[in-house]
């Protein structure tokens, strides 16, 4: 069965800090996708970053990036210099890459508040 | 493109009574998901439509349910209501084939009282 740990629950951090977010991850399979979605107060859950469980390279992404490893099972996200717009609650979420059927299994959250 | 349209956004039920929930697609997209998100459980998944065919069900009762139409918009519908069933249900949209993103809608926001 797959799941994600989320370790944190809640962060607070003074703008421009950058914040790391902490991911860990199980599943069975040896080909799997990981994403992290935010969750602003509206609600509506918005994709932000996806990995391939073949490709450990890590980027970056404007303020964003991400540090896969699997010998860890971790998938961890930064975000640089943060602002207030990105206080929100963040979501990491595996999905098995299956043909028939997707479903995404998500870890309890953290929650990134930005004070100005 | 236009994003997923979940509708209605907000809902009060009472207890023992039934709801019907609709989600439409992204365009082009033939894969539609639902979750629920409770403060207890976090997002959870429901189940998962393709071409008008459940391929995947999480461990939810038989008072869930859904379908989806030959136009991919999809329908959930929760029978017998309880108050646990007081959550933000998420309708989600996926492209066919890798990488596996899904698109979310903003949600329909269930009280049951």
């Known amino acids: 069965a797959q799941k994600v740990t989320q370790a944190q629950t809640e962060i607070s951090v003074v703008e421009k800090e950058d914040v790391t977010l902490d991911c860990v991850y199980e599943t069975r399979d040896t080909t799997y996708y990981l994403f992290w979605y935010k969750q602003p107060p509206s609600g509506e859950l918005v994709f932000l970053i996806r990995?391939?469980?073949?490709?450990?390279q890590n980027e970056i992404s404007g303020r964003y990036s991400w540090n896969f490893q699997k010998s860890t099972s971790s998938f961890n996200f930064t975000i640089t210099a943060s602002q207030v717009v990105d206080s929100a609650v963040y979501f990491c979420?595996?999905?098995?890459?299956?043909?028939?059927?997707?479903?995404?299994?998500f870890g309890g959250g953290t929650r990134v508040l930005v004070k100005p | 493109k236009a994003g997923v349209t979940q509708t209605p956004r907000y809902l009060i039920k009472t207890r023992g009574q039934q709801v019907t929930l609709s989600c439409s697609p992204i365009?082009?997209?033939?894969?539609v998901s639902w979750y629920q998100q409770t403060p207890g459980q976090g997002l959870q998944f429901l189940f998962e439509?393709?071409?008008?065919?459940?391929?995947n069900k999480g461990n939810f009762p038989g008072r869930f349910s859904g379908r989806q139409f030959s136009n991919s918009r999809s329908e959930m519908n929760v029978s017998t209501l309880e108050l646990g069933d007081s959550a933000l249900y998420l309708c989600a949209s996926m492209g066919a084939g890798p990488p596996y993103e899904q698109y979310f809608g903003p949600g329909t926001r269930l009280t049951v009282t």
């Open positions: 990995r391939n469980s073949f490709d450990e």
């Open positions: 439509y393709f071409s008008e065919t459940q391929r």
């Open positions: 365009s082009g997209h033939r894969s």
């Open positions: 979420a595996l999905s098995e890459a299956k043909a028939a059927g997707n479903k995404l299994t």
